[in-house]
């Protein structure tokens, strides 16, 4: 039998999450390390598995729990996709970005990623939350290598603004309001697993690169072909390699991301909040 093309394997995957939720709220969030326990702030909370959704892989990394969870925020729907899949897991580009094609296919139109990063700049120390407004793709391949569904997107996307100004504009207002010092940066992303060494963050800062991580440029890539609005939101978690000389690990990353929860819980229901206001309007 030939492979089930992955248009197909999404639109199932839709369908079956549908028999759960059937109407899925239009704004969906990707939990970066460490950040899962935003979920929890959900009210009127509906619990699907990654196990339970046909073609869905599993997340294999500390920090990804592997749940989609639908609910409000101050009465806003959010989708959250509670574990994210990386490269560096063995998965291919289609499998780490499955949940983007997903979420397209059940209505959302406006993305929220979070990730945990590395920071480059020296002004971005750890617990600094960076607002993107572009990345570098350095992982070395690109999520829509192979055949293009027209119907979905065009073959040749345009990436002049992966991250929307509205969307960053929303966000900034609404830090604000938090007396939040949000920063704006761009995130370079690497395949990983293993940390960067000080000259390759040495040689990513001549590139330009604020933030460096190992997600959310795929993501944002799919998200954009298919007509998604984009907002990220990196969480610097540690100092990148090099910039204070201490050791980088993992079980340091899930604790920063979980002490910073609460504030970039608060930043994404605000603008979440502001979202649902709008389309109430019908100005979204
Ligand atoms: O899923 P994100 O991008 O938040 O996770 C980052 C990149 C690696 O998965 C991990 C390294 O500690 O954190
Ligand atoms: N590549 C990369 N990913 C991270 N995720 C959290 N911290 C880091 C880092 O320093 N480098």
Redesign the pocket.
């Known amino acids: 039998m030939p492979p089930i093309e992955l248009d197909e394997r999404a639109s199932e995957a839709a369908l079956a999450i549908q028999a759960t939720i059937p109407k899925p709220p239009k704004v969906a969030v990707v939990l970066g ?1 460490g950040l899962g326990a935003l979920a929890n702030r959900l009210a009127d909370r509906t619990i699907v598995p990654y196990a339970k959704i046909p073609h869905f892989p599993r997340p294999t990394v500390e920090g990804h729990e592997g749940n989609l969870v639908s609910g409000t925020v101050a009465g806003a729907p959010l989708l959250v996709f509670q574990g994210r899949f990386h490269y560096y897991e063995g998965y291919g580009l289609d499998e780490v970005t499955f949940p983007i094609r997903v979420m397209k296919r059940l209505g959302v139109r406006t993305l929220i990623l979070t ?5 480059i700049d020296l002004s971005l120390p750890a617990g600094t939350i960076v607002c993107l407004k572009d990345h570098l793709n350095l992982i070395g391949s690109n999520p829509l290598r192979g055949p293009n569904d027209e119907r979905v997107g065009k073959r040749f996307p345009d990436m002049t603004e992966v991250y929307s100004h509205r969307l960053r504009d929303l966000a900034f207002e609404e830090a604000d309001k938090l007396g939040l010092n949000l920063a704006s940066g761009v995130y ?3 395949p ?1 697993p293993s ?2 060494t000080p000259a390759e963050i040495r040689m990513l800062r001549i590139l330009g690169a604020d933030v ?3 997600s959310t440029v795929p993501e944002a890539i799919v998200a954009r072909h298919a007509g998604l609005d984009v907002l990220a939101l990196a969480l ?6 090099g910039v204070s000389g201490e050791i ?1 690990s ?1 079980a340091d ?1 899930v604790e920063a991301g979980l002490k910073a929860t609460p504030l970039i819980g608060a930043l994404i229901e605000g603008v979440v909040q502001r979202l649902d206001a709008e389309d109430r309007q019908g100005t979204a």
């Not at 610097?236 to 390699?241: I, K, L, M, S």
């Open positions: 390390s990730a945990a990063t590395g920071g370079a992303c690497l990983g940390y960067e460096v991580g190992m610097v978690t540690n100092a990148a390699a980088i993992h990353v």
